[in-house]
């Protein structure tokens, strides 16, 4: 199973980006996602995590601002971000917290090469 991010970019304070993730793995299988970002000289931070009945969580930092959804097919994950903020200049990467389906789904510790985030004034 392979992570691909892709959304990134360069954008000004008060603008939008989308990012997507798409999972690369057999028709068979779903998961549970979750996206996390990273800055120079910080730790990775969890940002938001869905799971296949849809419930959603959020750090404080974004909720309100950020919103984490899903395809039908539980394969490819979004984070649709709006009013950015410098804090918000990142690396962001998805995750799979969790595998569904056949045993050829299993994954642990996959994470994506990550999209950059630039938020400049």
């Known amino acids: 199973v392979q992570l691909v991010e892709s959304g990134g970019g360069s954008v000004q304070a008060g603008g939008s980006l989308r990012l997507s993730c798409a999972a690369f793995a057999h028709s068979s299988c779903s998961f549970d996602m979750s996206w996390y970002r990273q800055s120079p000289g910080k730790e990775r931070e969890f940002v938001a995590s869905i799971v296949r009945d849809g419930r959603t969580i959020y750090a404080d930092s974004v909720n309100g601002r950020f919103t984490i959804s899903q395809d039908d097919a539980y394969k490819t994950v979004y984070l649709q971000m709006k009013n950015l903020n410098l804090e918000d200049t990142a690396m962001y990467y998805c995750?799979?917290?969790?595998?569904?389906?056949?045993?050829?789904?299993?994954?642990?510790?996959?994470w994506g090469p990550g999209t950059q985030v630039t938020v400049s004034s």
């Open positions: 995750r799979i917290d969790r595998w569904f389906g056949e045993l050829k789904c299993y994954v642990t510790n996959v």
